[in-house]
């Protein structure tokens, strides 16, 4: 019984510190609870994932965004826009 306390004590303290650097609370608690020292001690020396550059992603116009002024056709004059 006292194993089972010590084991969810360890389990918790882990998810925290796994929540609090960015990564899954349910991972970190399992990871923690089943090897009690070395998981609350893995929790404690992994990455921040908070501290990660985020690459943001360009947005692709779509065919709304692509009006009919924006449309290019070629007229014997040369190059025009619509």
């Not at 991972?27 to 985020?54: C, K, M, Q, T």
Request: with cysteine; aromatic share 10%.
């Amino acid at each position: 019984m006292a194993y089972l306390v010590i084991c969810f004590s360890f389990g918790l303290a882990g998810g925290i510190i796994g929540r609090v650097k960015g990564s899954s609370f349910v991972l970190w608690f399992l990871i923690s609870a089943i090897v009690p020292f070395a998981g609350l001690l893995a929790a404690l020396l992994y990455r921040n994932d908070r501290d990660e550059l985020r690459r943001r992603r360009l947005r692709q116009p779509s065919i709304a965004d692509r009006g009919v002024h924006q449309q290019r056709y070629v007229l014997p004059g040369g190059l025009r826009e619509r």
